[in-house]
């Protein structure tokens, strides 16, 4: 199937891929009108004057989150602008409806310095219930989420963070499972120090781990490093900092191998470096750090990817909708480290009896919103 041809014929007939609906699908009489708006709203608008935090009980906020973007980091082709952002914006949109029944706007900024982008949400929040920070480069994405998360009294969450981790966790515990091991006394290799790989570092240290080495362009980030920048130097809190090297030393005696970075970069003759029978999580997009065909000829236990072609993709779409759909539900604010371990486990407990070919769920799953939605409280 060629998706390229296939994603530019479908957003051309449709001319993208959401629209509004009305709620009330009966008869729009006059009184209905007058109701809905002039004059009737205007009492609407006393009663949440009156009492702000009443606005979900009156608007779509309830159900609402802007899914926000300046395009900086879009899927693996970089910056590309907000412009360009907008089908990926609409996708995602897309998405939180389609698994959540969550009503999801794009709002896509043209906008680039972090205190920008900062103030340009915090001006937008009121209209919405929830904000789902999307494509926002590293570092910046890391202050911007953090301000937010501070300064707001709705949930923000970057999912290119948090919606990875969430995932890979829920994926490594079930292949922890099959392949007999303790996740947490696992080491851990992580390829990437960008959004994801430090989303997943923290969250695995949540779970427990506490042999985990990262690893970075320029080799192993660990104290001995003078070039770390300020986000790289807090994740020594959560790696093995004492560690120097490249790569080959890193992957050593490895149980788990998790690429966030590039194409081909695991090789079999790294593989053979691994502990016996390792966990490979290569989810570069679109070509992994290795192909699955070429791990298990290396002798890997479980591989996964981000790929819709292949068992256990690492997708996403199985943590973010489920998440909102819960924090909108039962009235959370903020999406805590708590609200992701549970939501890791509850995802993991759907595999009843893991297998290389299954450690995690598919994104089509109809018990995977609801029983994520269900642990967020």
């Avoid at 829920?170 to 392949?179: C, M, P, S, V």
Wanted: contains cysteine; proline residues 6%.
């Amino acid at each position: 199937m060629d998706y390229n041809t296939l994603a530019l014929e479908l957003h051309k007939k449709y001319k993208g891929k959401i629209t509004t609906s009305l709620r009330d699908r009966e008869e729009l009489d006059r009184d209905k009108l007058s109701a809905y708006y002039s004059p009737g709203v205007g009492a609407v608008s006393q009663a949440i004057a009156e009492n702000p935090a009443d606005l979900p009980k009156y608007t779509w906020t309830n159900n609402l989150v802007g899914v926000v973007s300046d395009g900086s980091a879009i899927l693996g082709l970089g910056d590309l602008g907000p412009k360009a952002a907008m089908p990926v914006m609409e996708g995602k949109a897309l998405l939180f409806k389609h698994f959540a029944n969550v009503d999801a706007v794009p709002v896509v900024l043209d906008v680039h310095q972090p205190e920008e982008i900062i103030a340009v949400i915090k001006a937008i929040a009121p209209s919405f219930g929830a904000i789902n920070l999307e494509d926002i480069a590293a570092p910046k994405c890391f202050e911007i989420e953090e301000h937010l998360k501070a300064e707001l009294d709705i949930p923000v969450f970057h999912d290119d963070q948090h919606g990875t981790a969430v995932v890979v966790l829920a994926g490594l515990i079930n292949a922890a499972k099959l392949t007999r091991r303790n996740l947490a006394a696992c080491k851990f290799v992580v390829i990437g120090a960008g959004a994801a790989g430090t989303a997943i570092i923290k969250l695995l240290h949540l779970y427990g781990a506490r042999n985990i080495v990262a690893v970075d362009s320029r080799g192993i980030v660990g104290s001995s490093r003078t070039d770390l920048n300020a986000e790289k130097t807090a994740l020594l809190e959560y790696v093995d900092a004492s560690q120097a090297g490249s790569i080959e030393d890193a992957i050593t005696d490895a149980d788990v191998f998790i690429g966030v970075s590039r194409a081909g970069l695991l090789t079999p003759e790294l593989v053979q470096k691994m502990a016996d029978n390792p966990i490979i999580f290569a989810l570069a997009n679109p070509v992994p750090e290795i192909m699955p065909d070429v791990a298990r000829e290396a002798g890997v236990a479980v591989i996964a990817t981000g790929r819709s072609d292949f068992p256990n993709q690492i997708n996403n779409s199985l943590a973010f909708p489920g998440i909102f759909r819960g924090a909108l539900d039962h009235g959370v604010k903020k999406i805590t480290d708590q609200h992701k371990l549970a939501a890791a486990e509850a995802l993991a407990g759907l595999v009843e009896n893991p297998t290389a070919e299954e450690v995690i769920p598919s994104p089509f799953d109809e018990r995977v919103a609801p029983t994520v939605a269900r642990v967020i409280t």
